[in-house]
Nanobody, 124 residues
Framework: QVQLVESGGGLVQAGGSLRLSCAASGRTFSSSAMGWFRQAPGKEREFVAAISQSDSSTYYADSVKGRFTISRDNAKNTVYLQMNSLKPEDTAVYHC?????????????????WGQGTQVIVSS
């Protein structure tokens, strides 16, 4: 069992930065691939970024590539999402997710555990 708690969301102006954190409990974190997804009002949940268990493989949605960076600290059971050059279209609730596999996936159905999410609002 893995429990996930996100933090770091908030209101920021376009062009600004935020760093999201996702603290995980449970012994399986270090063996789990982790992902960030987001959901805007009236839209489906979409993939943002993912990182493998060993931190050796990362993958990003085209819409955030070059602006967002995913990382993890297995000693702290935490995964991060550094978001730079934010745009109004990045406004959404951001969720972290863990899957019972070391390999990344862009599909939300591949993830077994989800956090409640943290709101990010980017004003123009």
């Amino acid at each position: 069992q893995v429990q996930l708690v996100e933090s770091g969301g908030g209101l920021v102006q376009a062009g600004g930065s935020l760093r999201l954190s996702c603290a995980a409990s449970g012994r399986t974190f270090s063996s789990s691939a982790m992902g960030w997804f987001r959901q805007a009002p009236g839209k489906e949940r979409e993939f943002v970024a993912a990182i493998s268990q060993s931190d050796s493989s990362t993958y990003y949605a085209d819409s955030v590539k070059g602006r967002f960076t995913i990382s993890r600290d297995n000693a702290k059971n935490t995964v991060y999402l550094q978001m730079n050059s934010l745009k109004p279209e990045d406004t959404a609730v951001y969720h972290c997710a863990a899957r019972v596999s070391a390999l990344v996936s862009v599909s939300p159905v591949a993830y077994n555990y989800w956090g409640q999410g943290t709101q990010v609002i980017v004003s123009s």
